[in-house]
């Protein structure tokens, strides 16, 4: 994937894809969620999967809601693998069982991420260590897949010390380990106090080294720190929500939200070389990681103002994204 990605900028090298809107929990901290939709169905999502294999795409990750509430999931992983692409998916983990974990290594499934957000469940988040680990030892137990654990530090996290817990639990088990942070409640940044900063470095020395952990942009967001890189959304990176609609992440819905079956190579172009607003705050991790391959190449020289400038939403780096 790296390679391919280094010989051309053509193609989109990540997509998340959401199958399903509605939820089984409802943290408090998610903007990504609702309790009510329906899954999308197998026909439409394998459309979108065909469509963003015509444009070349390294890796689909399926992301929700939760994701695993959609009934032909296998079959969403399986057109993912037919088409040549690496297929991941983000879930919350409390509906895997072991007869659903050899499921998705029979579909291809190639990585599995959970974020698990303290070690007993609150009024905040009930994605909690203490109910989570049998559904670890079991993806310990039965997966063929790459499992990654995300815990997460910053405001309304009441037990920073938690963070440590869960990436030490995620080793011992043999996953691989990263951190999130959560802002204030604005969606600004707000660096992590000393004791915060101390359990985010041990956390990141953490786990096996994985594509996931090219994160160093996390160390100036832990301080409060703008960073200073090329964001490459609606090109190297899209997000298809459940209507189809690319967006430029599950933070900036609404822009350019244009249909998936529409969107084209001078699309993919034009973004490639858009300087984003939003970019000097952002914290979403994987159109960070994303970006890092082409961050010393091809300066965006379309200005800001010649796009919709999106709000921000932003929450968490590392997280669901």
Request: with cysteine; hydrophobic share 35%.
């Amino acid at each position: 994937m790296i390679a391919k990605a280094l010989v051309s900028t053509k193609h989109p090298l990540l997509a998340h894809i959401i199958p399903m809107r509605r939820c089984n929990l409802a943290c408090t901290y998610c903007n990504e969620f609702d309790d009510f939709s329906k899954p999308v169905p197998l026909e439409e999502m394998c459309q979108r999967i065909d469509r963003l294999g015509s444009f070349g795409t390294s890796i689909i990750t399926i992301s929700g809601g939760e994701p695993l509430l959609h009934p032909e999931l296998d079959e969403i992983i399986r057109r993912i693998r037919y088409n040549g692409i690496i297929a991941g998916i983000i879930t919350n983990g409390y509906l895997l069982t072991a007869d659903r974990i050899q499921r998705f290594n029979r579909a291809g499934l190639e990585f599995l991420q959970i974020s698990i957000d303290n070690v007993q469940p609150d009024s905040v988040s009930k994605k909690s260590l203490k109910v989570l680990d049998q559904k670890l030892k079991l993806l310990a137990e039965n997966s063929e897949f790459h499992v990654n654990i995300n815990s997460v530090l910053g405001s309304g996290i009441n037990h920073p010390d938690d963070a440590l817990v869960i990436a030490r639990r995620a080793v011992e088990l043999g996953f691989s380990s990263t951190i999130g942070i959560i802002h204030d409640g604005s969606g600004q940044l707000k660096p992590l106090d000393a004791h915060e900063r101390e359990i985010f470095e041990q956390v990141m020395s953490l786990g096996k080294r994985s594509f996931s952990r090219v994160n160093s942009f996390q160390h100036n967001i832990a301080a409060g720190k703008e960073n200073d890189w090329r964001c490459r959304a609606g090109s190297r990176y899209l997000y298809i929500c459940e209507n189809g609609l690319v967006h430029y992440c599950s933070q900036q819905r609404g822009y350019p939200g244009i249909p998936l079956a529409e969107y084209s190579a001078e699309r993919l172009h034009h973004e490639y070389y858009t300087r984003k607003p939003c970019a000097p705050r952002c914290t979403v991790s994987c159109v960070h990681q994303v970006a890092a391959l082409d961050n010393w190449r091809d300066p965006q020289t379309i200005p800001a103002s010649d796009t919709a400038e999106p709000t921000s939403l932003v929450r968490i780096a590392g997280s669901k994204d």
